[in-house]
């Protein structure tokens, strides 16, 4: 397989905040790992204020794709542009990319030396340069969102993984992001605080924040995505609304995978 570098000729389209207009586009994205492909031909156009569900088997490209929305992960053709921005190899271009895309990853990845208060406000104080007056009350205004406000000056190892879950939600949203996404937030906690975690990604979507979220929690799909995208093999296979993606599935392989975790 051959590994190509065309440069991206997208234009970035103007930004704006309106609903209705596109928080991501998503052009025929190719990515490679060496000779391995793990995306090929994704297309995905996420409208500001949209709640997208993917899913799709374990080494599909789900994390792939969205590492690749924020630069934590390079591609080699077609382009992506966030709020206007387009994502390329302009180290200015990616932090501010960054700045506006909110992550929370399965392992939480908070700081372990820095209290809870302290993972909040790192990012707007040294990043937004905001004086840290502002910052810590923000920050306790997002704690007390996430319904965690009585934690904020332990350390990330003396709460529950839940817990940790939220801090790390909170965090993002400290830094006003456009845009959130998740992947797979809740696959490493204990069945017991999978509920507090989507119960705070269910109120966050009810804010109309655009949301791109890898997850297997089909009830929160059902609850809150507007549309479901479904991958496999470096793919998107399938796009659809909950209902008919669960009820009228298109693609042999969508039945396959909701024969295996339904
Ligand atoms: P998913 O999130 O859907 O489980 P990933 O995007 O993590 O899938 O991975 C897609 C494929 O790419 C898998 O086959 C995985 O082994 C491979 N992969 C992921 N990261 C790397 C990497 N850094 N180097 C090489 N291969 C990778
Ligand atoms: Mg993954």
Not at 167 to 173: C, D, G, S, Y
Not at 214 to 227: N, W, Y
Request: proline letters at 6%.
């Amino acid at each position: 397989m051959v590994v190509t570098t065309e440069p991206r000729t997208d234009t970035p389209a103007a930004a704006s905040d309106a609903p209705g207009d596109v928080a991501v586009k998503i052009s025929g994205v190719y990515k490679w790992f060496g000779e391995f492909q793990v995306l090929s031909d994704v297309n995905l156009e996420v409208t500001r204020g949209e709640r997208i569900v993917i899913c799709g088997p374990s080494g599909s490209g789900k994390s792939t794709m969205i590492r690749c929305v924020n630069a934590l992960e390079p591609f080699q053709r077609g382009s992506i542009v966030v709020d206007g921005v387009s994502v390329t190899d302009d180290l200015k271009r990616i932090d501010e990319v960054r700045r506006e895309v909110g992550m929370v990853f399965q392992q939480f990845n908070l700081f372990p030396h820095l209290t809870v208060l302290q993972n909040c406000t790192l990012a707007p104080i040294h990043v937004r340069k905001m004086p840290r007056k502002e910052a810590d009350e923000i920050a306790m205004r997002y704690l007390a969102r996430v319904r965690i406000p009585e934690q904020a000056n332990k350390y990330p190892a003396q709460l529950s993984g839940g817990q940790q879950q939220r801090v790390a939600i909170a965090r993002a949203l400290c830094m006003s992001p456009k845009i959130m996404m998740f992947d797979e937030p809740t696959s490493a906690l204990d069945p017991e605080m999978v509920k507090e975690v989507l119960d705070t990604m269910v109120s966050l979507a009810e804010t109309g924040m655009t949301m791109l979220c890898v997850t297997h929690e089909m009830g929160f799909a059902r609850q809150v995505a507007d549309r479901v995208v479904f991958m496999d093999a470096g793919q998107i296979v399938e796009i659809n609304t909950p209902e008919e993606f669960f009820s009228h599935p298109q693609h042999e392989r969508t039945k396959t995978f909701l024969g295996q975790i339904l």
